[in-house]
């Protein structure tokens, strides 16, 4: 038996690693970098806690752990004494004469595991003890945990972990291993680069987290579809809703509460002790439902949430997967469940464009947001497109892939016989288990692209998404008459197509690029690049039957 197994075994009685877990830790242990991207639950923390022990039992001393979670902290520590393992806990919680006795502790070598706070780890004081320690060869590893908040793409980014660069240009030679369960390729790429891991080994497990359903569905009533959803499929269960807004999150509890669910409100406008207690109820009782904003979730560790429900869309794929991540951790079935409509899309995409960031930031902002429309509107399989935006192909290669341990290992590592398929099935997510009916929206697209380009041509300026399908539709307004769009030839021209199917022809055409909407110009639509090939044809345009086809171009989707 190894060392990192024995120490498996004997500290934390389990029987053996998971997927990349033994050569991760070799790595560490042996004295190599790591960046690790491991889905929640995928047992991160072993990672580094079997190399710590194992470099301190061969006198290399004390593992310093940056993390931002207090929370998390405190747990950690708190398993790792009953553990028998030496560790501690520097952060705003302790007292001054706390956090000394604890610094004591450390300087004279009797801590095996140490967790602090980012801003505490870069304090010149902090610095001065860990220079101590390095001065007698006492520093045995640096694990930088949520690594991602380095990141400002990033959907958390913390100032402070940029000046964690300080451990490698000062400590040199002391083993980092940097962790994290969001990271799409360009996060990924900004932890290396600002961590200065350019040396450091990947070790990518699979993202996938099979007992998530994943469902999108287009939004009507909201509130009606959501209790109709919790009613029907976790009555009496617990699960978190995500709303954009506190006000939306009270207005939701209240509607919910009223409806019989057990729901409590939680938002960072809430009084401390009103959140504290909300979040200990959610964690100590069953069932119940959380209304919250995105406030609410990092380091909360419940493993039976059923069910995770966006009423809003979230701004990017990293939220919406990081979001929907704290459904089932237990392993048993759990719901990822997200209603979207056109307002979400012209919403998040004025938040984009009235931020004050530069226009660099707020392209990638805008290019993240499309790969999530993309996801929603998608009419083939959720998973495969959600993993691949973290650049996994699925179904794996490896044929020990599988939850959660993962089967690519390190980088450029598969292994096995299974060739990923294009026109992949996960068997669960909505489209998979019931195939969207769709209909072709080719026609409706093409009408509604050379309309706006008419009216653009015709006035001089752009038009919002009521106007062009009240022209298209025939409908003369007293704005169409004002600026004799009636005299257009495609006036009435898609006479047959109602509102409802309109509009999804149009979230289509934003969701893939091939149509703009100008949130500082009264969301007026643009075309773009993208809008040739539509225009020309070129780009069938396919819709979900929810989106109410005109009975005539029904069609089956083909499989
Ligand atoms: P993460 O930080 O990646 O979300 P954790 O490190 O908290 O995950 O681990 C998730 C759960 O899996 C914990 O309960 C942990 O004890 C357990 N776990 C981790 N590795 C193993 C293993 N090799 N065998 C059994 N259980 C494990
Ligand atoms: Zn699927």
Redesign the pocket.
Known sequence: MTLPESI?HEV?G?????GP?AAIVDHVIAGGDALVL?????????CYQIPAIARQRAGQGVAIVVSPLIALMHDQVGALHEAGVEAAFLNSTLSGEEANAVEKRLLRGEVTLLYAAPERVTTPRFLAQLDALHERCQLSLFAIDEAHCVSQWGHDFRPEYRALTVLHERYAGVPRIA?T?TADALTRADIVERLQLEEARQFVSSFDRPNIRYTIVEKKDVTTQLLRFIEREHAGEAGVVYCQSRKRVEELAQTLSEAGVAALPYHAGLDAAVRQKHQDRFLREDGIVMVATIAFGMGI?KPDVRFVAHVDMPKNIEGYYQETGRAGRDGQPADAWMAYGLQDVVNQRRMIDESPAGEDFKQVMVGKLDALLALAEAIDCRRVRLLGYFGETYPHASPDAGPPQGGRGPLGGQRGHEVPSVGATCGNCDNCLTPPQVWDGTDAARKLLSTIYRVQQHSGISFGAGHIMDILRGKTTEKVTQFGHERLSTFGLGAEFSEQQLRGVLRQLIATGALAVNAQAFNTLQLTDGSRAVLKGELPVMLRESTAAPARTRTRRDK
């Open positions: 498996l934390f389990y029987a053996q690693f998971r877990q491991m889905p929640t639950g995928g047992g991160k923390s072993l962790l369960a560790d």
